[in-house]
């Protein structure tokens, strides 16, 4: 038994007996099939690209080594700090300059903050990962300038004194040391990047 098509697959109007559409339907019903298909081509393509998007990650991540994973870690973490620090309206930790004050002067490349290390990465790698170890610096207190530093002070002086005054002596006083060496493997550091690097995402979000 079969069924005759009753509406126009168009307009949705009742059809004539033995017609299968209206003939002022069958032009703009081609147009919009023809739209249909392109759009779920369009759509399988995505769907393909991101599965070669996938694949090619998951090749590439299978061929880092420890010490790829560990800089991805640290620039993860150093961004979240970075980040952070803006949101909560603080400025640089070594010359104590506002954001207003260190923005209104030229642009530098990388932008006008870092994310600068009280105890440095090359000293001192047990604190490399340690987001505490890590506060915003404007950019020229971190290459070391002592242009904006408190009077009488280098800049490492600045950091200190600013941070034992900002979050207290006994901060200042553990991240002095001594601390024992950290021995992460690979899914740990894969885990720390990971995780600072959804902070920064959510982060961005909240303040977007």
């Not at 168009?10 to 209206?22: P, T, Y």
């Not at 002592?146 to 800049?155: I, L, N, P």
Request: proline share 4%; glycine share 6%.
């Amino acid at each position: 038994m079969t069924f005759r098509r009753t509406r126009c697959p168009h307009c949705k109007a009742k059809l004539e007996a033995g017609q299968r559409i209206h003939p002022d339907c069958i032009e703009p019903w081609a147009e919009a099939e023809a739209a249909k298909k392109e759009r779920e081509e369009a759509k399988r393509a995505r769907a393909a690209a991101k599965v070669e998007r996938a694949e090619t990650k998951r090749r590439k991540e299978a061929l880092k080594t420890r010490n790829d994973v560990l800089a991805e870690a640290k620039v993860a973490i150093q961004a979240f700090r970075r980040l952070e620090e803006l949101s909560k309206g603080r400025g640089c930790i070594s010359c104590k300059r506002s954001r207003e004050e260190v923005e209104a002067g030229p642009w530098r490349p990388g932008g006008y903050w870092d994310g600068g290390h009280f105890k440095s990465k090359g000293a001192h790698p047990e604190l490399a990962l340690e987001p505490l170890n890590i506060w915003l610096q404007c950019k020229s207190c971190n290459a070391g300038s002592g242009k904006y530093a408190r009077k009488g002070y280098t800049v490492a002086a600045s950091f200190e004194a600013n941070l034992a005054e900002i979050e207290g002596q006994e901060l200042v006083d553990w991240l002095n040391g001594p601390h024992p060496a950290k021995h992460y493997d690979m899914d740990q550091l894969t885990a720390l990047r990971n995780e600072y690097r959804a902070k920064t995402n959510e982060l961005k979000k909240e303040r977007a």
